[in-house]
């Protein structure tokens, strides 16, 4: 009588040790939520107007600034959208030609003298801000700034900023789009860059919004 009784314990126990590891098994091979649905980064930069963007438009020296948004409106009034992208560029003169932009210095022409091919090369700001750059591109046709002929594209020296905004300006009895700057550095002030109709302009216009 005891030989069975014996045979039944072992039985008995093979089956819940089979049982313990069937469900260890189970939970060890669960993908874990992580696994089954990743978080994308909320830092990602859109495609559309990324480093590739970027270096086709305006050379490889210059780099979006993922810290600043681009802003889109018709900043020349033509009734097409425009883009104005924050960006780092170490030597935009150098690509000025082949990529067929403009690189201009609006606020030192507001102050007296604005030629970028001297103010680039002795600029006063402090070196951290100096190849902080605002990238222009005026939209042309139905594809606006997206089009890869017929668009004009400028390149804003010796502006450092913080933050960068589109809002209206009256100008001449007219409103219009134009680009807010809260400047970086030692001044703190918020500047507007206007298109007068032939150029970009800049005007100080008082303290940060911030």
């Given at each position: 009588m005891r030989f069975p009784y014996s045979l039944a314990l072992l039985a008995l126990a093979a089956s819940l040790s089979f049982s313990q590891t069937s469900v260890s098994f189970a939970q060890t091979s669960a993908p874990t939520p992580a696994q089954a649905s990743p978080q994308k980064s909320a830092k990602?930069?859109?495609p559309e107007i990324g480093n590739d963007y970027v270096q086709k438009e305006f050379g490889s020296t210059c780099?979006?600034?993922p810290?600043?948004?681009p802003i889109k409106g018709d900043f020349n009034a033509d009734g097409v959208e425009d883009i104005v992208i924050a960006a780092r560029c170490t030597n935009p003169m150098l690509d000025a030609d082949e990529h067929k932009f403009e690189v201009i210095d609006p606020s030192n022409a507001f102050y007296g003298f604005g030629n970028?091919?001297?103010?680039?090369q002795y600029s006063t700001i402090p070196p951290q801000f100096r190849d902080m750059a605002i990238l222009i591109v005026h939209g042309a046709g139905a594809e606006a700034w997206h089009s890869s002929t017929g668009k004009a594209k400028?390149?804003?020296?010796?502006?450092p900023?913080?933050?960068i905004v589109a809002r209206k300006l009256t100008l001449k009895k007219k409103r219009i789009t134009a680009i807010y700057v809260d400047e970086a550095g030692d001044s703190q002030i918020t500047s507007v860059v206007y298109w007068d109709?032939?150029?970009y302009r800049y005007e100080p216009i008082g303290a940060s919004t911030d």
């Open positions: 990602a930069v859109s780099t979006i600034n810290a600043v948004a970028p091919k001297i103010t680039t400028f390149l804003i020296v010796n502006l900023y913080r933050q109709g032939k150029k």
